[in-house]
């Protein structure tokens, strides 16, 4: 190029370095520098083509405006996410559409520049980082804590909002679908096993084999479906009882919950006709209870059962056995419907499990049930599960049927002993409001009967499975301690119910009263040994409720010590008593509280026992008197007193346990025979 071009003439002004005019078509394509001569340039003379000019080209740079509205846009948005950052998405689309509104209403003319930017934080043309941003402490204005500018004006783009609104907040958004956690192949096949392992066990319901041939069929897809959320349920609470997924446990479990909450709303339901309600939703909502009960809080996993036991009276599956539900069930797998019963069953007991805590009313009643107990796990898994006798039929039975019931139908009739005790108190407690503190006829009738059927079906327990191990079967194991912790509870209502009488210092005692404490005792300390004896198995594949039975046997053993036998320490000691040191209650109070430590890192169960029990020692501690300091403390022992009522002795229950561990014996005596 001419260096005439490029640099200034001594004898004329300086020539710019953009010479006037546009360049060529030519120059543009080839990326060259035009002369600009017309009527052809230099480069087009010398390649001999025509030199084409285009005048209408559009301005480079920016349009006009498009500054403002970035800047506008900008503020809009941070101020939309400071409201409801969770919204995001909804709220730009808000915001664009507003954005363009105003855009619309204000058109800017032609030619003119842009205005200045609205007072507030913009204040520079090329600065951006001075825009308002909610992560740096500013306050939004729905919370009330927002300051306009220094001079008293609002930014254009700031809603004016009413005092009355100012705490105004969004109302919840309905639960959508969420996105699936990653879980692989091998992952499933090892939670699946994990739960096979530490929950099945203690919640029967399912037939392996069948559930692993339709977890094949059942794809994960993002839709929710009655399967899907079963099969997250199971998960959710197989992580619940190891360590290897905890950092999935949360999510899943959040996962699970807003699914199940989705398939409630979807308007295309998987129901069949004849039941309103799929099984496979009972189960998953009966299982995400069982995980709340153990990782969340009681009043989330009460609430959570509350709604799977409306769902299982909505199926009707307290009738499966009914003769017009067995019309509708021919020719239908024996095995489905033995799922059905057994997940009726479990929601039974789980309803008495969690009643026995707070002495609540239960829900699913015995009454009208119409379904046949489970049928032994080795015929159910086999596929050909055995037709077993209803419930009622069980409780009136005599020892015929020993042996036959599976370690589930065991609790079942457990869980009802249970469940009547708990309705033999809420009557005794109605009774006493009417008619005083004197108990009645009636209710030593239903105390009696409540007893000899513990009697019974401990007797049936010991019979049946003379060896039991917390590792071989959880459930049975669970059996036994329910069979003692209603022991104690009959105690407690005789208690309840004044059964101390005055007597040679202020005190004496009532036979029937003297005789349910010694057997609350040393049902007591019967749950402490059969806690001792499996301490070293681990707690993974033990109940969720067992740390109800361990608490109500330690309350019991801190009772003993602390109140009852500083009052007997400073009286005359009645005849039936005998001495034992000290340091065997507390040997046992401290092995109860020891699994309760254990237990509390995954079960919150057995967390909230234990800091119960924590603030029921340390008072009893502060208030015990110097007399029991002693190195001998005065128990309740093998006699009874002889007045007031005649006491027959049976023989004793006698449960051997792994390791040749020793229990106390367990008196069957008839008490207060009308």
């Known amino acids: 190029m001419p260096a005439s071009r490029r640099t200034s003439s001594t004898d004329g002004p300086p020539q710019p370095r953009q010479l006037p005019g546009s360049a060529c078509e030519e120059c543009r394509k080839r990326k060259l520098r035009c002369d600009r001569q017309r009527p052809q340039c230099g480069t087009c003379a010398d390649a001999g083509i025509v030199c084409e000019v285009n005048h209408n080209r559009l301005a480079r740079g920016p349009k006009k405006g498009d500054l403002k509205a970035l800047r506008s846009r900008i503020v809009a948005l941070e101020r939309r996410l400071s409201l409801d950052p969770t919204n995001l998405d909804a709220l730009s689309i808000h915001g664009d559409a507003d954005l363009s509104q105003q855009q619309q209403q204000q058109p800017l003319p032609?030619?003119?520049?842009?205005?200045?930017?609205?007072?507030?934080?913009?204040?520079?043309?090329?600065?951006?980082?001075?825009?308002?941003?909610?992560?740096?402490?500013?306050?939004?204005?729905?919370?009330?804590?927002y300051h306009a500018p220094h001079n008293g004006q609002l930014?254009?783009?700031?809603?004016?909002?009413?005092?009355?609104?100012?705490?105004?907040?969004?109302?919840?958004?309905?639960?959508?679908?969420?996105?699936?956690?990653?879980?692989h192949d091998l992952m499933r096949a090892?939670?699946?096993?994990?739960?096979?392992?530490?929950?099945?066990?203690?919640?029967?319901?399912?037939?392996?084999?069948?559930?692993?041939?339709?977890?094949?069929?059942?794809p994960l897809t993002?839709?929710?479906?009655?399967?899907?959320?079963?099969?997250?349920?199971?998960?959710?609470?197989?992580?619940?009882?190891?360590?290897?997924?905890?950092?999935?446990?949360?999510?899943?479990?959040?996962?699970?919950?807003?699914?199940?909450?989705?398939?409630?709303?979807?308007?295309?339901?998987?129901?069949?006709?004849?039941?309103?309600?799929?099984?496979?939703?009972?189960?998953?909502?009966?299982?995400?209870?069982?995980?709340?009960?153990?990782?969340?809080n009681y009043k989330r996993g009460w609430v959570t059962a509350g709604r799977a036991f409306r769902l299982v009276q909505l199926a009707r599956l307290h009738e499966i056995d009914s003769p017009e539900r067995t019309m509708l069930q021919q020719g239908e797998d024996p095995v489905v419907v033995e799922e059905r019963r057994r997940t009726f069953w479990v929601a039974y007991c789980l309803d008495r499990f969690i009643s026995l805590k707070n002495q609540w009313p239960l829900t699913l009643m015995e009454e009208v049930i119409c379904t046949h107990l489970p049928s032994p796990e080795l015929s159910f898994q086999s596929g050909q599960p055995m037709q077993m006798c209803f419930l009622s039929e069980a409780m009136a039975s005599g020892d015929h049927l020993h042996g036959l019931f599976s370690p589930l139908a065991e609790s079942v009739v457990l869980a009802t002993v249970c469940g009547r005790t708990l309705s033999h108190t809420q009557v005794?407690?109605?009774?006493?409001?009417?008619?005083?503190?004197?108990?009645?006829?009636?209710?030593?009738?239903?105390?009696?009967?409540?007893?000899?059927?513990?009697?019974?079906?401990?007797?049936?327990?010991?019979?049946?499975?003379?060896?039991?191990?917390?590792?071989?079967?959880?459930?049975?194991?669970?059996?036994?301690?329910?069979?003692?912790?209603?022991?104690?509870?009959?105690?407690?209502?005789?208690?309840?119910?004044?059964?101390?009488?005055?007597?040679?210092?202020?005190?004496?005692?009532?036979?029937a009263v003297f005789e349910y404490q010694k057997r609350a005792l040393r049902a007591a300390r019967e749950v402490a040994a059969l806690t001792k004896a499996h301490e070293h198995l681990g707690y993974f594949k033990a109940h969720i409720f067992l740390p109800l039975s361990i608490s109500l046997a330690?309350?019991?053993?801190?009772?003993?010590?602390?109140?009852?036998?500083?009052?007997?320490?400073?009286?005359?000691?009645?005849?039936?008593?005998?001495?034992t040191t000290e340091t065997e209650l507390d040997k046992e109070i401290q092995c109860?509280?020891?699994?309760?430590?254990?237990?509390?890192?995954?079960?919150?169960?057995?967390?909230?026992?234990?800091?119960?029990?924590?603030?029921?020692?340390?008072?009893?501690?502060?208030?015990?008197?110097?007399?029991?300091?002693?190195?001998?403390?005065?128990?309740?022992?093998?006699?009874?007193?002889?007045?007031?009522?005649?006491?027959?002795?049976?023989?004793?229950?006698?449960?051997?346990?792994?390791?040749?561990?020793?229990?106390?014996?367990?008196?069957?005596?008839?008490?207060?025979?009308?």
């Open 110 to 145: 032609a030619g003119s520049t842009p205005p200045p930017p609205p007072p507030g934080p913009a204040s520079s043309d090329g600065d951006l980082s001075q825009l308002p941003s909610p992560r740096r402490g500013r306050g939004s204005i729905w919370d009330g804590d």
């Open 155 to 183: 930014s254009p783009m700031t809603p004016q909002i009413p005092l009355s609104m100012q705490n105004f907040k969004f109302p919840p958004s309905p639960p959508t679908p969420p996105k699936r956690a990653l879980i």
């Open 190 to 218: 090892d939670l699946d096993q994990l739960y096979f392992d530490r929950v099945h066990p203690n919640v029967p319901i399912f037939n392996q084999s069948r559930y692993f041939a339709l977890s094949q069929q059942t």
């Open 222 to 296: 993002s839709a929710p479906n009655p399967r899907t959320c079963l099969q997250y349920a199971m998960w959710t609470l197989a992580m619940a009882l190891s360590s290897q997924f905890e950092s999935y446990r949360d999510t899943l479990y959040t996962e699970t919950k807003q699914m199940l909450e989705s398939l409630d709303m979807c308007e295309n339901n998987h129901h069949s006709h004849e039941s309103p309600v799929c099984i496979e939703e009972i189960q998953a909502w009966l299982l995400l209870a069982f995980y709340e009960f153990s990782r969340t």
């Open 428 to 511: 005794a407690n109605v009774e006493r409001t009417y008619n005083g503190s004197t108990m009645s006829a009636d209710f030593w009738i239903r105390h009696e009967w409540l007893a000899a059927m513990v009697n019974k079906r401990l007797d049936s327990l010991v019979q049946s499975y003379p060896v039991v191990s917390a590792a071989a079967d959880p459930m049975l194991f669970f059996a036994f301690m329910l069979a003692h912790t209603t022991t104690i509870n009959l105690c407690k209502v005789v208690e309840a119910g004044g059964g101390h009488s005055q007597g040679n210092n202020g005190q004496s005692w009532d036979p």
């Open 554 to 579: 330690a309350s019991r053993l801190i009772s003993q010590r602390t109140q009852v036998l500083a009052d007997l320490a400073a009286a005359q000691v009645p005849e039936g008593f005998m001495a």
């Open 592 to 674: 109860c509280m020891d699994a309760l430590r254990k237990m509390q890192t995954f079960n919150n169960l057995a967390r909230e026992h234990l800091h119960t029990l924590e603030i029921v020692q340390q008072q009893q501690q502060q208030h015990q008197p110097q007399q029991h300091q002693q190195s001998q403390t005065l128990l309740m022992g093998h006699h009874v007193p002889s007045q007031g009522h005649s006491h027959g002795h049976s023989a004793s229950h006698s449960l051997s346990v792994s390791h040749q561990h020793q229990h106390q014996h367990i008196p069957q005596i008839q008490l207060c025979t009308y």
